[in-house]
Structure formats: C-alpha cells, structure tokens
C-alpha cells in the first residue's frame, strides 16, 4: 500500500465525523444541562418559526380590536343593542357619535374591521333588526354599497358598522352579526 493511500485511509473516520455534525456528546446527558439544552434550542429555531414570530409581531389584528370609546355623560347615553353570533343579546349605554364599530371592538365582541373603519372591507358588517331604525340611518355612500356587496349573507338591512354613528334617533338600535363575514377588501380587485 503506498504511503498516500495510506494517509488517506487514517483520516477517515475524522472525515466522517465532520461530515456528520451530529456528535454524540451534543445528547449525551454529562455534556450539556437542561438549561445549556434549552438554549442550544432556542438559538437553533428554525426559519419557520422565526417566520412565524415576525409574523405575529406585525399582525395588527390586536390593535385593530378593543377600539376606544368614552362612557356617555349622565342623562346622555344611547342604547344599543348587539345580538351575537350565538343569539346572545350585548346592550350598551354610549354616547352620540360614536360609531358601531368602535362600540363592538370596545367590549368585546366579535367584530374584525380589518380595514380600520376605513370603509374598505365588508369585516364589520351588520344586520339592523328594524327597519324603522334602518331608515333613521343616513344613506350609505358609494364606496359603502360596494363593500356591502361583498359582504357575507348581505340583507336588506345590511350597514357597514364602522358607518353608522349612534345619533338620537337611534337610540335602542338593534343590530345582529352575521355568522360570517368575508374579508374581501377593495385592494384584492385593484382600482
Ligand atoms: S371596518 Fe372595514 S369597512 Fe368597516
């Protein structure tokens, strides 16, 4: 066997284990703790979860949600009414201006307004029991109609919520949420 041959067949196994990088002190228990596992770990998260993480960190669906309102003066609130999803009824004391977006992102319920009250998605629509209230409640402009068209289970009584502004005379409105909503916005068809 020449000399060279030689050399090469000893350094097998050491080229074998670099190109493995898998040693079996990483596992074994005598050379790393739980604590030095754990952070081994956490340095070696994956892209995916790093993805991930990125991901949740620019949602914007938790600011979105819990819109603000102030209570009502004494002797000033209006009274609305939510009816949710499962039929269960949600009645507040607000105050006049407020619009019913805001109301439902303020306690609570379920109401995505993906798009800010921008009137740009169907997200908040909403179902007004009455139509005595419907006709309270200014007209909707364009840009609102062609939301509603979008919207999911669209009724005849059907308003975008970040749209209608609590006024006096709306005072003891009923409104129901749909058991879905689609959230198409205006930029998933260009302009
Ligand atoms: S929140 Fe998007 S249209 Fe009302």
Request: hydrophobic content about 30%; glycine content about 6%.
């Amino acid at each position: 066997m020449s000399r060279s041959l030689a050399t090469s067949l000893a350094r097998l196994p050491r080229l074998a284990s670099r190109a493995n990088p898998l040693p079996q002190s990483r596992f074994s228990s005598s050379s790393l703790s739980p604590r030095s596992l754990v952070a081994s770990t956490s340095r070696r998260a994956c892209p995916t979860q790093l993805g991930h993480a990125a991901r949740r960190a620019f949602t914007t669906s938790t600011s979105r949600r819990h819109g603000h309102i102030d209570p009502p003066k004494p002797g000033e609130e209006l009274y609305v009414t939510f009816i949710d999803k499962e039929g269960d009824e949600h009645k507040f004391a607000v105050k006049e201006g407020d619009n019913l977006l805001d109301i439902a992102q303020a306690n609570d319920l379920e109401m995505e307004g993906a798009c800010g009250g921008s009137c740009a998605c169907s997200t908040c629509h909403v179902i007004v029991s009455e139509e005595d209230y419907y006709d309270q409640i200014p007209e909707p402009e364009d840009d609102e109609n062609d939301m509603l068209d979008l919207a999911f289970g669209l009724t005849e009584t059907s308003r975008l919520g970040c749209q209608v502004k609590m006024t006096k005379e709306l005072d003891g409105l009923v409104v129901k949420l749909p058991s879905m909503t689609r959230n198409l916005q205006a930029s998933d068809f260009g302009s």
